[in-house]
């Protein structure tokens, strides 16, 4: 009789998104900075063949500047559509950088009817008055099956945030949050240890969670969020650097530095097909 060999245990599949320009930097930052429709396409396609299955976008004003526009968004969406098909999903932001009020913000939101949306818990509802009027918002991306990511900067935005979601506010049973490591405005580069109180035993949980680091040590914060069972962002908005201090050429070196660092560990990157499982699971 043959001993029957176990089946190897299938790979945790980790969720790497690209977010390749933000609303701040310049190609004086980076030469490589993406800006442009073909830019972002273009970006789109190499992040797509180094193991991303999202991208998280932001358009510019002519002058480089940061912009929220339908016309816009749409416009390098369909750019980025005849580039890759639908091998990967497109986000866009909906941050105010300074400019857009939360009812312009939702406004073009609406206008754009995309894929998915970064939705900033301290800019959409900043204080408790506004929360009904956020709540209202997230029934109207849930009719029009939209995905958002709740984007939170601190852990005490997380506890507000499920707060919330137990109120009821929040009409999504398995949201997903992307929780910030490190700062931009002080520069201060993150560490993997920056994500041990969003994860403390007395924090809320979500099932689906990912982490956006700044800093060269991006990677390593992305092996970090993995193991504890979430997902990871990575790319130009928030840092230029490999793990070796090195600057990287482009965003696609980004994603495979971070697609190498869950290879180490035993897992794989997820691609779109089974992003948008997980999405028609939290959007239903």
């Known amino acids: 009789m043959t001993e029957q060999t176990p089946a190897a245990p299938a790979l945790r599949r980790v969720v790497v998104a690209v977010a390749p320009n933000g609303g701040r930097k310049t190609k004086a930052d980076h030469p490589a900075l993406p800006t442009s429709a073909d830019e972002l396409a273009r970006t789109a396609a190499e992040c797509l063949e180094r193991g991303a299955s999202m991208i998280h976008l932001h358009v510019r004003r002519p002058d480089g500047g940061p912009l929220l526009d339908a016309e816009a968004y749409r416009f390098v969406i369909a750019r980025i559509c005849q580039t890759v098909g639908d091998r990967i999903v497109v986000q866009i932001t909906s941050?105010?950088?300074?400019?857009?009020?939360?009812?312009?913000?939702?406004?073009?939101?609406?206008?754009t009817n995309p894929e998915?949306?970064?939705?900033?818990?301290?800019?959409?509802?900043?204080?408790?008055?506004?929360?009904?009027?956020f709540g209202l918002f997230l029934g109207k991306l849930k009719q029009m099956s939209i995905w958002p990511q709740f984007i939170l900067y601190t852990p005490e935005e997380a506890r507000r945030f499920a707060s919330m979601q137990k109120r009821g506010l929040i009409p999504f049973e398995t949201p997903a949050v992307l929780f910030v490591l490190g700062r931009f405005s002080l520069l201060r580069t993150a560490a993997p240890v920056d994500l041990l109180p969003f994860i403390a035993p007395d924090m809320p949980r979500f099932s689906f969670w990912s982490?956006?680091?700044?800093?060269?040590?991006?990677?390593?914060?992305?092996?970090?969020?993995?193991?504890?069972?979430?997902?990871?962002?990575?790319?130009?908005?928030?840092?230029?650097?490999?793990?070796t201090g090195e600057q990287a050429a482009s965003n696609a070196d980004l994603v495979a530095s971070a697609a190498r660092a869950l290879k180490a560990l035993g897992m794989v990157t997820q691609n779109a097909d089974g992003l948008r499982e997980q999405i028609a699971a939290a959007i239903r």
């Open 95 to 111: 941050e105010a950088m300074g400019r857009y009020s939360p009812a312009q913000q939702r406004t073009v939101i609406l206008a």
């Open 116 to 133: 998915a949306v970064s939705l900033a818990l301290r800019e959409l509802a900043p204080d408790e008055a506004d929360e009904k009027d």
């Open 211 to 243: 982490v956006c680091a700044f800093g060269r040590r991006e990677a390593a914060c992305a092996a970090a969020a993995a193991l504890f069972g979430g997902h990871a962002r990575v790319g130009f908005e928030n840092n230029v650097m490999l793990p």
